[in-house]
């Protein structure tokens, strides 16, 4: 088992930054890669970043390609998100998960999942 704890999230205006963080605990592995997702209220769950284990691969929803940046630290059991020129249609509640197959852009490959943390950006 894995457990991933979000933290970073808030509340900040459109054109603002956020980083996100998410730690692993439990039974960590660093061959796990790790995804970012998020969820708005009455919409389904979307993919926003997800990096590979060693770190060299990475992807990106066409949303948020140019403004956001996933990257780990495998030492640390730590995930990132650093998030720049927030827009008002970035929030919801962003999702840390781990998956043991690889790199997806799909959130059913994902095993493991944490609790969210909300992001907010006002216009």
């Known amino acids: 088992q894995v457990q991933l704890v979000e933290s970073g999230g808030g509340l900040v205006q459109a054109g603002g930054s956020l980083r996100l963080s998410c730690v692993a605990s439990?039974?960590?592995?660093?061959?796990?890669?790790m995804g970012w997702f998020r969820q708005a209220p009455g919409k389904e769950r979307e993919f926003v970043a997800a990096i590979g284990w060693s770190g060299g691969n990475t992807a990106y929803a066409d949303s948020v390609k140019g403004r956001f940046t996933i990257s780990r630290d495998n030492a640390k059991n730590t995930v990132y998100l650093q998030m720049n020129s927030l827009k008002p249609e970035d929030t919801g509640v962003y999702y840390c998960?781990?998956?043991?197959?690889?790199?997806?852009?799909?959130?059913?490959?994902?095993?493991?999942w944490g609790q969210g943390t909300q992001v907010t950006v006002s216009s």
């Open positions: 998960a781990a998956n043991p197959f690889g790199l997806d852009r799909n959130y059913i490959m994902y095993h493991y």
């Open positions: 439990g039974r960590t592995s660093s061959s796990y890669a």
